[in-house]
């Protein structure tokens, strides 16, 4: 090895020398090993504690002489060598009771050409031969080796790569040096482990929750992230950056499944690896190295808290603000949220939640434009319960489109809130929920009572209970039309103009709801159809309107339960179910088009109202008393008993066709005792008999024949005297 111990270093005897002599290798190991000047030196720095002394170990150290090992320089600069030596000098620090096992594995390996103790006795240097020409290759292959190879962490901060490093001397009687030259070290880093090398790993967020979710899955996995040595220390390093000497449990955790595993060397190594920590390596890199291996490195609760802060700090808001709006709003832990937040703020890159922008945009929308979808209007509100257009949409695009991200899209924004994102709210359950606490009674029947009304008590009728039983049934419909199925019952006050008949309607909801009340004559349209399922009440003030005067119109529109309608912002048809009760007033009684087939309308008729008393009832107790009763099985349906009894008793609103009033005047249904002058007459024959009397005045067949069957009179089919079959009717006419 002749050639390598006559390559020349430089030496300095002083600290604050510029200019250094020349010796050669062979030299400083001569003078390692017997030089009584290095002697004492390293013996006065290795008597000072370095652990509980560092500034006197510190100031014993810089009193000592020193060398620069990679040549021979004209000054100690970087550009300063002139000859390379080719030996590059590595530092194991902290090896204490390790020192003589490491000592022997330098010494048999191939590449050492020399290996000692430190000046400060608690770790060695090895010699290296390396190409000059490639020093910071040779810096990285050499850390990677001792790593892979030997679990070796090797002193490397930032003024080891330099070729100008200085080494104090140090004294050692027994350096080895091998007997023959090694050879070169070549071992250099492949250019994809450079590119991996230099990917910044970025900057996660930490919480305990997160780590121990970190450790479920690796231990659910039976998982080893350990990988090579290198990955295993700077495993070990990130640990303890952040949790210090309590991080043992956890190195040990995630070495467990490791094929060579082994707990106490997992345990000397913990212990090596807290002595020789470079406080270069943060709690980032094991977040990292679990998200490169498929992890989940966030707990969704993390996630949420970490995506709402870093959407604050690019939107400018202070610290305080983000701290405060996560524990008002978002219920967060005080010493979490700060914690967080910190975090956060003080990162200079983005923090990686694996978010998509779609995500971004969600958290974007969800705190700077709440809103829900109206499940009665279908329209979606801003949180004043302001239904929004286009215009609205927009203005949210633009501000997305500036403060998220250049690349969200107006589509974007449009898909996004006309989906399952933006939430469903149902106003009106919602306000029987809010209110199901008050159980009132006896507020219907208040309500009835302030109707001073004779209908069910005139001639021989004795209903006397009838307006509280049928506003109570039609009550009890609203309830059922908000929870099950619409109600068909149409409640109608009558009588003389300026009783406030309109104004007991238009009050009847309590100020929360008073928005789903709407006013209409129910014109046969798509526009009716809406309003029937957007509105709690439809109200016809003066019963206006050619539906009201077509009894099966108004049959009809009362019946159906489903319309086939385009919903707010929608495209296509959908069918939506009917929400509306029917209700109206009326100053003639005459309302009931087609009294013998009746099963919708139901009318009071009004003499005056006590508006002092309607005024003094809770309108929300009177609502909450029809829900308890709808919620115990109280229902809106009239069976067949009260039909009949409505039929029977409640009377003078019936409004009688032409066709029904000549055939009670000039026909009658044949007695059956005899005596009479009884006639087979078709429904056609009957008519022509009855336009006569009515100076010719035109008739409906079709009427004809329904008020027949509505008075009694039974439909036959006899043969008439030409032989043909024909059908009609047995009547007396009168004459």
């Not at 014993?60 to 000054?75: N, P, Q, T, Y």
């Not at 990988?227 to 467990?256: H, N, P, T, V």
């Not at 000397?268 to 490169?292: E, G």
């Not at 978002?330 to 990686?352: F, G, H």
Request: hydrophobic letters at 35%.
């Amino acid at each position: 090895m002749t050639t390598t111990l006559n390559a020349l270093i430089t030496y300095y005897q002083h600290y604050g020398d510029k200019i250094g002599l020349d010796i050669s290798l062979e030299d400083f190991f001569t003078g390692v090993r017997t030089n009584p000047t290095w002697k004492a030196y390293a013996d006065a720095v290795r008597a000072i504690d370095r652990d509980t002394n560092p500034d006197g170990y510190k100031a014993a150290k810089d009193k000592g002489e020193f060398v620069i090992l990679s040549g021979r320089c004209k000054d100690r600069s970087e550009k300063g060598l002139v000859e390379p030596s080719g030996v590059m000098g590595i530092d194991f620090d902290k090896l204490n009771d390790d020192l003589e096992r490491v000592r022997e594995q330098l010494m048999a390996d191939k590449y050492t050409m020399a290996a000692g103790k430190s000046v400060g006795g608690r770790g060695l240097f090895a010699l290296v031969r390396v190409d000059a020409g490639r020093w910071g290759d040779s810096f990285d292959g050499l850390r990677d080796y001792y790593a892979k190879t030997y679990g070796l962490v090797a002193a490397f901060d930032k003024g080891c790569r330099n070729i100008n490093r200085l080494r104090f001397v140090t004294h050692d009687p027994d350096l080895y040096v091998a007997a023959s030259e090694p050879p070169l070290f070549r071992e250099y880093p492949t250019a994809k482990a450079r590119r991996e090398a230099a990917k910044p790993i970025g900057t996660f967020i930490h919480t305990g929750r997160d780590i121990d979710h970190l450790l479920e899955q690796v231990e659910g996995r039976a998982l080893d992230i350990t990988g090579s040595y290198e990955d295993w220390i700077k495993l070990g390093w990130s640990l303890i950056a952040q949790y210090g000497e309590e991080a043992r449990d956890y190195f040990d955790r995630f070495s467990r499944f490791h094929p060579d595993y082994d707990e106490r060397e997992t345990e000397r190594k913990f212990d090596y690896l807290m002595r020789v920590n470079p406080h270069t390596v943060t709690i980032s890199y094991l977040y990292a190295r679990c998200k490169a291996m498929g992890l989940d490195v966030m707990t969704e609760q993390t996630r949420d808290i970490v995506s709402l802060a870093a959407l604050r700090k690019k939107l400018k808001v202070s610290r305080e603000g983000t701290v405060d709006e996560l524990i008002r709003m978002e219920k967060v832990d005080p010493a979490e949220a700060q914690a967080i937040v910190k975090q956060v703020y003080d990162a200079k890159e983005e923090i990686q939640t694996d978010e998509t922008l779609f995500d971004q945009l969600e958290i974007f929308l969800r705190k700077e434009f709440p809103m829900r979808r109206n499940a009665i209007s279908r329209y979606i509100e801003d949180q004043d319960g302001r239904s929004l257009v286009d215009d609205d949409f927009n203005g949210i695009w633009v501000d997305a489109y500036k403060r998220v991200s250049d690349k969200i899209t107006d589509k974007m924004v449009n898909k996004l809130i006309h989906s399952p994102f933006t939430p469903t709210y149902n106003p009106i359950q919602d306000f029987f929920e809010q209110h199901k606490h008050r159980r009132p009674t006896g507020m219907i029947k208040a309500l009835a009572d302030t109707i001073d009304s004779y209908t069910g008590l005139e001639g021989s009728s004795f209903f006397p209970d009838y307006a509280e039983f049928i506003i109570r049934k039609w009550m009890l419909g609203i309830i059922s039309a908000v929870f099950d199925e619409h109600s068909p019952l149409i409640l109608v006050l009558t009588g003389p103009k300026n009783t406030g008949k309109t104004e007991w309607f238009r009050r009847l909801l309590p100020a929360e709801l008073n928005r789903y009340f709407a006013e209409t004559t129910w014109p046969v349209s798509k526009d009716t159809e809406m309003i029937m399922c957007e509105n709690l009440i439809t109200f016809n003030d003066e019963w206006k309107g050619p539906t009201v005067k077509d009894p099966e119109t108004l049959k009809g529109l009362a019946s159906i339960d489903r319309f086939t309608i385009r919903e707010p912002y929608g495209k296509a048809f959908v069918k939506r179910r009917r929400l509306a009760v029917m209700c109206g007033t009326s100053n003639p009684t005459q309302i009931i088009a087609d009294p013998d087939n009746n099963r919708k309308i139901v009318a009071i008729h009004v003499r005056s109202i006590d508006y002092e008393a309607y005024n003094a009832i809770d309108k929300v107790d009177l609502l909450m008393e029809a829900y308890h009763a709808y919620q115990a099985g109280e229902r809106h349906h009239l069976s067949k008993e009260d039909v009949a009894r409505i039929a029977e008793e409640i009377q003078g609103f019936e409004v009688h066709s032409m066709e029904r009033q000549l055939l009670e005047a000039y026909v009658e249904k044949p007695t059956g005792k005899g005596g009479q002058d009884v006639v087979f007459m078709s429904a056609l024959k009957i008519m022509l008999y009855l336009e006569n009397k009515a100076n010719n005045r035109k008739l409906s067949e079709a009427m004809i024949g329904r008020e027949l069957s509505a008075l009694g009179y039974e439909k036959k089919r006899k043969r008439a005297a030409d032989g043909l079959r024909e059908y009609g009717y047995d009547v007396v006419l009168r004459v």
